[in-house]
């Protein structure tokens, strides 16, 4: 039985975090494979420790776009190699909270490195290893935002206090991947209740994948 690797996507406040472990719970449940879940950036001991780095600000010594991507890459190589590459060759589902399409939103889009240069790093560090579908969770950014700063550690976190702008810039981003792509990307509407946003994107899986 082939591996399957998805991941979801999206702006801050989507409700991501919610989503892994309802959909992971549905899919166990109802095909009684392995399903493993991860997050990025972290999912690995030197990940998490990265992800510290990323996600915290450090007073006097903002992080530059060049080394946010790059650090990503980092955590993004360790992540394939010892958890989601041997997940799959076990035939597990595997279901992570952002991934490299992350990457070329938030570095490319919004922090305006050339594209081409964070897919050379993505498929650098990742030889390869893609999502099968990639599932964005859609919303408007004010409301984005605002379900965000309920969260305990939302004044610590580097990339919720970004400006309107850049998170503008994203929902734009991942909706043009989107586009381009419409055979490995499926928008979902997050604005609805968890119920109803589990239920589309379990929906959009088996349409795609056909393993529900």
């Known amino acids: 039985m082939n591996g399957i690797f998805l991941t979801l996507e999206g702006g801050e406040g989507c409700g991501k975090s919610t989503q892994l472990e309802r959909v992971a719970e549905a899919l166990r449940a109802r095909t009684g494979r392995e399903v493993v879940t991860a997050r990025s950036p972290g999912g690995t001991e030197v990940a998490e420790k990265i992800r510290i780095i990323l996600k915290t600000p450090e007073p006097g010594e903002n992080l530059l776009p060049e080394t946010e991507l790059m650090l990503f890459g980092a955590c993004h190589a360790q992540m394939c190699e010892h958890m989601i590459r041997p997940a799959l060759a076990r035939g597990a589902v595997v279901i ?5 399409d992350s990457t070329l939103v938030y ?4 922090r ?9 790093v993505n498929e650098f560090v990742c030889r390869g290893t893609r999502p099968d579908l990639v599932l964005v969770l859609d919303i408007p950014v004010e409301l984005g935002l605002r379900r965000a700063t309920g969260r305990n550690d939302a004044r610590n976190d580097r990339f919720d206090s970004e400006s309107m702008a ?33 239920q589309s994107i379990l929906e959009a899986i088996h349409a795609r994948l056909a393993i529900l």
Do not use: K, M, W, Y
């Not at 992570?96 to 490299?100: C, G």
């Not at 305006?112 to 050379?120: F, H, K, M, S």
């Open 107 to 110: 570095q490319g889009c919004a």
């Open 166 to 198: 850049f998170h503008t810039a994203v929902r734009n981003g991942f909706l043009e991947l989107a586009r381009r792509d419409t055979g490995r990307f499926a928008v979902i509407d997050a604005s609805p209740s968890e119920e109803q946003v589990t």
């Open 96 to 100: 992570s909270d952002r991934f490299t």
């Open 112 to 120: 305006r490195i050339a594209p081409e240069t964070v897919a050379r």
